[in-house]
């Protein structure tokens, strides 16, 4: 194991290069599922996490090699119980709480769905197929973690948990929901993404108590007619799907705060939009829209406006009216000129106004010079017509820096690190360093893990592939994703990649484009993770092979931070030491960049590593 040293008593940050046999461990699959909570000019992660009851760090099985816990998926059997599970389930039975996560489970014990009593259950991170019709015996069951397994579909008896609050899903391979699930009236969190659902039930409308609805990563065409009937909904998070339009009724939503709608298909919007009094937070971005309704103007809580990437010619008057509309983001929309010029005269109250440097008006109007951000879409262009959004952000606009800073987005699929940035950038400027720097924002649309259109052709490679015992040649992944990278980071002497979970995964994945890698918390199995895209574990593995390869080749320096929480530690691990600078924070969280921020630390930690690129490469 890796010896840890501490660098400062004041900074808690302790370093290490990794351990020469990276090993894989088991996760905490299923700790959280995420949303975004993106405000302003930079964008946080608001994490929906399990009561901390469910939650504990992975755990190796007594009398087991640790290697056993790992992807060959030949771990515990039912058959062969390891005595601590058999001590977990015995204790419960007085607590009713039983924690099976991370035990490398491919059956749930029948033991469990003996407990009656039982209140609190997870046996996310696990391998388990399928739940028996047993499960209906848990009538008291409140919380339900099934998160990171490999579940195809869920009994009819599951809509017999009337007592039911929170069910974690995410993470699974389900292609369909019982039509009992809307039967379970006490249900206020339900979490789906990662999974291959192509429609919902029409049942789901009875979920009356639901607050937050997460069916993110998935393949659904379209939202149940009666989706308004839910009423108590606060947050609902439909990106990365197939959307091609949305139920009238969607609007009947008053208590909606957060409407994630980005990265679907949709070409037009319901017409009235006046009884979502609550809505704060509203993306639009990367769909095929060529118009917004007047009535987006009746929203009068909207805070902020994502519409970005989409075929927009102009903004709707209505946006006026709206006073607490703080930011709107229009890049990579071909608005029209004079349009253009007379909806800036109308918006002077909003803080940034973000759209495309081309378009430009000539005549800007005085009270918008502040809040107007200019940028540019990068890449070959095709991201208009394919997905995806590649946005330059120039230090001095029409001039390119020598650096640039490749700034992924995380699972939540909305523009990360911008806040960050200005910050260090600042900073630079205070510091009156001579060198500068733009920034590129990548933002995966589709929670694809940046391999975009790629998914179905990958499926059958690594079918093809898994049958016929070939060992993992180059599949292609990511192909979209780092041929338009290679377009947009090409005119740059230095190349800076940035990210942060989903994000630091694609930034060692494009490792081979750049200079310098900060990852925090990269996931590079994610068959041990449970905020994965819903793909087989052949798909999952290619990934995985991919990622170290691409490290492998890469010249870029290279570092990775993690947390003291074991599953980013033990991925970390999984890196080559000889490529890779592990550095390990005292904050047991995966949301360590934010950890780190709120500790004042990740600024002087990417401004650090930022003039280390500068002095390396001249």
Not at 68 to 80: D, P, R
Not at 168 to 185: D, M, T, V
Not at 483 to 490: D, F, G, I, N, P
Request: charged fraction near 20%.
């Amino acid at each position: 194991m890796a010896a840890y040293s501490t660098s400062s008593s004041s900074s808690l940050l302790l370093t290490a290069r990794i351990s020469p046999s990276p090993e894989l461990f088991a996760s905490r699959g299923g700790r959280n599922a995420s949303l975004t909570n993106a405000r302003g000019r930079g964008a946080h992660l608001r994490m929906l996490v399990l009561p901390s009851k469910l939650r504990r760090p992975g755990v190796q099985l007594k009398g087991q090699r640790e290697s056993t816990l790992i992807a060959n998926a030949s771990t515990t059997s039912v058959q062969g119980l390891d005595a601590d599970v058999e001590a977990r389930i015995s204790l419960a039975a007085s607590t009713g709480r039983l924690d099976l996560s991370d035990c490398g489970l491919e059956e749930v014990p029948p033991r469990v769905w003996e407990i009656e009593d039982l209140v609190d259950l997870s046996l996310a991170g696990n391998r388990i197929t399928s739940l028996p019709a047993d499960i209906k015996n848990l009538r008291a069951l409140r919380r339900l973690g099934l998160a990171g397994n490999s579940l195809k579909e869920l009994p009819q008896g599951i809509g017999n948990l009337q007592q039911l609050e929170g069910l974690w899903i995410h993470g699974n391979n389900l292609q369909s929901l019982p039509p009992q699930i809307g039967e379970l009236k006490q249900l206020k969190m339900l979490a789906l993404a990662g999974n291959k659902l192509t429609e919902l039930p029409e049942s789901i409308s009875g979920l009356t108590s639901l607050q937050i609805l997460s069916v993110a990563g998935n393949k659904l065409r379209g939202l149940p007619s009666g989706i308004g009937n839910l009423k108590a909904l606060t947050i609902l998070a439909v990106y990365g799907n197939a959307l091609l339009s949305l139920p009238e009724n969607l609007t009947k939503l008053t208590c909606l705060q957060d409407l994630w709608l980005q990265g679907n298909e949709l070409e037009a919007l319901p017409e009235s939009w006046g009884r979502m009094c609550s809505l704060k937070q509203l993306s639009l971005a990367d769909n095929r829209l060529e118009a917004l309704p007047e009535s987006i103007g009746d929203l009068q809580s909207l805070e902020t406006l994502w519409i970005y990437c989409n075929k927009l010619k102009t903004l709707p008057e209505s946006l006026a009216a709206l006073k607490k509309l703080q930011y709107i983001w229009a890049e990579g929309n071909p608005l029209e000129g004079e349009p253009l010029r007379e909806s800036l005269a109308l918006l002077a109250g909003v803080k940034a106004l973000g759209i495309s440097s081309n378009i430009f008006p000539s005549a800007m109007p005085e009270s918008m010079e502040k809040a107007l951000s200019l940028s540019e879409i990068s890449g070959s262009g095709d991201a208009l017509e394919r997905g995806g959004y590649f946005k330059l952000q120039q230090w001095n606009l029409g001039k390119k820096a020598d650096t640039v800073i490749v700034a992924f987005g995380s699972a939540p699929a909305v523009p990360n690190w911008a806040g960050l940035l200005s910050k260090v950038k600042a900073e630079m400027k205070r510091k009156q360093a001579t060198s500068t720097f733009d920034i590129l924002f990548v933002v995966d649309s589709k929670r694809s893990w940046y391999t975009h259109e790629d998914n179905v052709e990958l499926e059958n490679y690594a079918e093809s592939s898994t049958s016929s015992g070939s060992g993992n040649v180059s599949s292609g992944m990511g192909n979209y994703y780092r041929r338009e990278l290679e377009v947009a980071v090409k005119p740059y002497r230095r190349v800076i990649m940035l990210g942060d979970s989903m994000g630091a995964s694609a930034a060692l994945m494009f490792s081979p484009l750049a200079t310098a890698v900060i990852a925090f918390c990269p996931q590079v199995d994610l068959s041990t993770s449970s905020i994965r895209p819903g793909h087989s574990y052949s798909w999952l593995k290619i990934f995985k092979d991919e990622l170290l390869s691409a490290v492998s080749l890469s010249s870029a320096r290279i570092i990775v931070h993690s947390g003291t929480w074991s599953h980013d530690v033990n991925q970390a691990k999984l890196l080559p030491s000889d490529k890779v600078n592990l550095k390990i924070h005292d904050v047991n969280d995966h949301r360590l960049a934010l950890a780190l921020n709120t500790q004042n630390q990740l600024l002087n930690i990417v401004l650090h590593e930022i003039q280390e690129c500068n002095l390396t490469v001249q």
